[in-house]
């Protein structure tokens, strides 16, 4: 029985990776210092060995990997707010959990490493959808958004260039905007789930000219990814994980506010510096491996407003 630790794991996207493993017969063990909430379901589970630590304390990062076969890294500070607010915290995480990684698992044997980056690493891409090899890309060091996107470059490099000299398999993914129920109340869905909830009048506010789009990929369809990266992803390869269904903010609140039941007008506000404009992975590289997305934008959508409904987060 293959033995995995996922660091960040009570997480929204890490308790999804933890239930499915169980479901596949490995043996999770779990690191996590419940930054953003606590998963008291994960923590009660007999089957989940739980270690609540700081990813940037190397001691409980080493007694966390011995054992261990592989480590699906995902501790990170997300969410736009700290971006802008704590950049220092971003990439403290962001640099020293990465290194602690690397250096238990050379110590403890481990043999795999599969790192969760970000597509924020290429910024403003050169072609859209955009593939895994285009240039990383920081437009400004002065722009505190750029600590999440600089702590995930400095991680692919670490994992590719130093990671890869010791570990046996070391595969870099990248998420795109992955949703779905219990993903918490910080991002753009379920922002908008709860702005239609309080809506004053008929008219929602959303950053931008509403033509800026982004995919979204429904969190099962994501574990699926992740699941054939395990079994298939090959060593020093980058993945895109994510969906070509590209849709802009101004369809994706329309979209929302239908499922919700509301009919609305949309006003805009500014981006914030540094927000993109377009954003949709090219995918060619993971359906080579068998990968294809089966939830679509309408369906995830309403599942995921069914969820917040249904336990009156909204």
């Known amino acids: 029985m293959k033995k995995i630790l996922i660091t960040g794991g009570t997480g929204f996207i890490g308790s999804y990776i933890a ?18 909430n606590k998963n008291t379901e994960l923590e009660k589970n007999a089957q989940v060995e739980y270690i609540k630590g700081d990813i940037r304390d ?9 054992g261990i076969d592989s480590i699906i890294h995902l501790a990170y500070i ?25 250096d238990a698992a050379r110590e403890k044997n481990v043999s795999e490493l599969f790192l969760a980056s970000s597509s924020e690493v290429y910024q403003t891409p050169p072609s859209v959808p955009t593939p895994e ?4 890309f920081i437009p400004s060091l ?42 918490g109340t910080e991002h753009v869905i379920p922002e908008l789930l709860i702005k239609l909830q309080h809506i ?59 499922i919700s039941g509301k009919e609305i007008t949309i006003s805009h506000t500014l981006l914030k510096p540094g927000s993109v404009k377009r954003r949709c992975p090219d995918i060619t590289k993971l359906r080579k491996l068998g990968f294809s997305p089966k939830i679509s934008l309408a369906e995830g959508l309403k599942k995921t407003f069914l969820w917040y409904n249904n336990r009156h987060h909204l």
């Open 78 to 102: 997300n969410g736009t707010k700290y971006f802008y607010e704590k950049p220092d915290l971003v990439l403290s995480v962001g640099v020293k959990g990465m290194i602690n990684i690397l």
């Open 58 to 66: 190397a001691s409980v990062v080493l007694r966390a990997s011995h």
């Open 142 to 183: 002065t722009n505190p958004r750029y600590s999440y996107a600089g702590g995930k470059i400095i991680s692919e490099l670490l994992t590719y260039h130093l990671g890869a000299t010791f570990l046996k398999k070391a595969v870099i993914f990248r998420p795109h905007n992955v949703y779905g129920p219990a993903m």
């Open 133 to 136: 090899d285009v240039p990383y």
């Open 200 to 258: 004053q009048g008929n008219t929602l506010s959303i950053q931008g000219t509403g033509n800026e789009t982004r995919s979204f990929i429904y969190i099962d369809d994501f574990v699926e990814g992740i699941l054939l990266l395990l079994k298939k992803g090959k060593h020093r390869e980058v993945y895109n994980i994510g969906t070509d269904e590209e849709i802009s903010m101004k369809n994706l609140a329309m979209l929302l506010a239908k």
């Open 19 to 36: 239930k499915t493993l169980l479901k596949e017969k490995s043996a999770v063990r779990i690191l996590d210092n419940e930054f953003r």
